[in-house]
Nanobody
Framework: RVPVVESGGGSVQAGGSLTLSCAAS????????MGWFRQAPGKEREGVAR???????TYADSVKDRFTISTDNAKNTLYLQMNNLKPEDTAMYYC???????????????WGQGTQVTVSS
């Protein structure tokens, strides 16, 4: 099992920014599919952004041009830069890592415990 740990969540006002980080022991970020998901109360978990093993990125329409997924291979860390946050971005955010270079929808081998993001109007 690969421990996946998110950090960086918090409370901000609408229009603000946050950067989430994800670290995974014993896992190489730059060769495999990684993603960020979120789940708001009463709603299903949804994909936010993902990066495959060759660096291709995909974003949910609701976060395009506001969120950026990236990696720091030297630190073996995955990031989600979130700008111009909106109240509807409020959710628990999860990092996910897979053992394959290609992404398989919502199928990931490893999941973190989540970090809360709350955006007030």
């Amino acid at each position: 099992r690969v421990p996946v740990v998110e950090s960086g969540g918090g409370s901000v006002q609408a229009g603000g920014s946050l950067t989430l980080s994800c670290a995974a022991s014993g896992y190489t970020f730059n060769n495999n599919c990684m993603g960020w998901f979120r789940q708001a109360p009463g709603k299903e978990r949804e994909g936010v952004a993902r990066m495959d093993g060759v660096g291709r990125t995909t974003y949910a329409d609701s976060v395009k041009d506001r969120f950026t997924i990236s990696t720091d291979n030297a630190k073996n860390t995955l990031y989600l830069q979130m700008n111009n946050l909106k109240p509807e971005d409020t959710a628990m955010y999860y990092c996910a890592a897979d053992g394959n270079w290609y992404c398989r929808g919502m199928l990931y081998d490893y999941w973190g415990q989540g970090t809360q993001v709350t955006v007030s109007s």
